[in-house]
């Protein structure tokens, strides 16, 4: 390497180092700016070593250069990202700390690249991309993923899924406990009021014997005579509450009910059971023996 290739190298180390040391000092902007200055300066080598036109658009030189294979595709595709990165910082104010380590992360990866190539007449050589300058700034590059281990299941997680399951259980068994269910209280009024209903919808009063009544002046008064033949006048009244029927027989649905003391308009005796009354405008038929005379 002769002496004028020695001080282009250095230049282009020493340009490698200031980026390296704007990022230790967080300009990062200004890191970004000085890794597209060496870049361009690297270019402006290549391009004179092979006499690749060089009108000072950076862009079009690198893809001349590509073009020309002179630099690998790979090698093209870091330059413009250097360029790019470069342009943000100068023109749009960029101070990315991201962008500023992946811009010298990418120009030190393709300083050695570069000398590669201009040495070699500016082929393209395939050991590019081998060497990478360590870098100092903590914030350069990423940590490589480590094999992910797999999860160990334990008696301890196991424990901290039934506790809160047991916990649930015990609480539903106590508000059991303490509050029965409403389902319950509901079914025990049915039955208390099932067994307070009466068992025989006729029998609102059976006595055996009509009882004796009593009329305005304490006097007893008889029940309904069961000989046919009534005097004109006579009056009839309800001994106590008393099943109205359509027809003589128990087994008929009832029409209504007289409340004792209810005066009757009698018709006349049908059997030794019955009577007929006039109802609502309608014969219908009482029990005698709970009809009695005034």
């Excluded at 230790?24 to 690749?52: H, S």
């Excluded at 991309?129 to 160990?152: H, I, S």
């Excluded at 027809?247 to 409340?259: F, S, V, W």
């Amino acid at each position: 390497m002769s002496t004028g290739d020695n001080n282009r190298w250095r230049r282009i180390q020493v340009g490698v180092k200031d980026t390296e040391r704007l990022i230790g000092q967080k300009d990062y902007n200004g890191a970004m700016m000085k890794a597209r200055q060496t870049l361009e300066f690297m270019v402006k080598l290549l391009a004179e070593r092979d006499n690749i036109p060089n009108n000072g658009d950076l862009k079009s030189t690198i893809d001349a250069l590509y073009q020309n294979r002179r630099i690998s595709r790979t090698t093209c595709e870091h330059y413009h990202k250097i360029r790019i990165i470069g342009n943000k910082a100068a023109h749009e104010g960029n101070k990315s700390a991201h962008s500023a380590n992946q811009a010298y992360r990418l120009l030190s990866q393709e300083m050695y690249g570069f000398t590669d190539a201009y040495q070699s007449g500016g082929r393209p050589s395939t050991r590019q991309n081998v060497r990478r300058a360590p870098a100092r700034n903590r914030n350069y590059g990423r940590k490589r993923p480590g094999k992910k281990k797999r999860p160990v299941f334990t008696v301890f997680d196991l424990w901290k899924l039934l506790i809160p399951a047991l916990c649930i259980v015990l609480l539903f068994l106590v508000i059991r406990v303490i509050k029965p269910d409403s389902d319950d209280k509901e079914s025990l009024a049915r039955e208390t009021s099932t067994e307070l209903l009466p068992t025989s919808s006729d029998m609102v009063a059976t006595p055996t014997t009509p009882p004796a009544t009593t009329d305005g002046n304490g006097g007893e008064t008889e029940p309904m005579p069961t000989t046919a033949g009534e005097p004109a006048g006579t009056v009839y009244k309800a001994s106590t509450e008393l099943n109205v029927r359509p027809q003589p027989n128990t087994n008929e649905g009832r029409i209504g009910m007289l409340d004792r003391g209810t005066v009757v308009e009698y018709v006349r005796k049908h059997d030794e059971e019955w009577a007929v009354i006039m109802y609502n405008g309608k014969e219908a038929y009482v029990a005698s023996e709970y009809l009695i005379r005034e």
